[in-house]
């Protein structure tokens, strides 16, 4: 089963190395504490990780990101616009799932994360 839509962050990370660290999930897991910590900084304490994934590109090359990602025509104009917007150098995109995070945010960080919104990535 594929995502139809989609939370979609633009993000900064220093390296590949800070990605895999961020979404490192801490095995056992416990109730009381989130798997990582991007859960954390999302308000969760557990997500399905098959529906979360991000595509980092060293030299930020967001246009390689989207074709990596196969987003929709309408999913990359919209994310391209969004990106004129953005404050900081962004490498990466994080993508997940609708269902996952009810409420998703923002992340000053460092990593920094910004929601740019829920969007179509696959069915057009």
Same mark, same amino acid.
């Given at each position: 089963?594929?995502? !139809?839509?989609?939370?979609? /962050?633009?993000?900064? @990370? =220093? +390296?590949?190395?800070?990605? +895999?660290?961020? @979404? $490192? !999930?801490?095995?056992?897991?416990?109730?009381? %504490?989130?798997?990582?910590? *991007?859960? =954390? +900084?999302?308000?969760?304490? *557990?997500?399905?990780? +098959? /529906? &979360? *994934?991000?595509? @980092?590109? &060293?030299?930020?090359?967001?246009?390689?990101?989207?074709? =990596?990602? %196969?987003?929709?025509?309408?999913?990359?104009?919209? &994310?391209? &616009?969004? =990106?004129?917007?953005? !404050? @900081? !150098?962004?490498?990466? #995109? #994080? #993508?997940?799932?609708?269902?996952? *995070?009810?409420?998703?945010?923002? #992340?000053?960080?460092?990593?920094?994360?910004?929601?740019?919104?829920?969007?179509?990535? %696959?069915? $057009?």
């Amino acid at each position: 089963m594929e995502m !139809e839509r989609c939370h979609l /962050w633009l993000a900064s @990370f =220093a +390296d590949r190395a800070e990605v +895999d660290d961020y @979404f $490192e !999930e801490v095995v056992p897991y416990l109730e009381d %504490r989130p798997i990582n910590l *991007f859960a =954390a +900084d999302q308000g969760k304490s *557990f997500y399905d990780h +098959d /529906w &979360v *994934f991000t595509e @980092f590109h &060293v030299g930020g090359d967001l246009g390689a990101i989207l074709d =990596a990602i %196969r987003a929709p025509a309408t999913t990359r104009q919209a &994310v391209l &616009v969004a =990106a004129t917007k953005i !404050e @900081f !150098e962004f490498n990466a #995109v #994080v #993508v997940a799932d609708e269902g996952e *995070f009810p409420s998703p945010v923002s #992340v000053a960080g460092p990593p920094r994360l910004e929601y740019i919104g829920c969007h179509t990535l %696959r069915g $057009e």
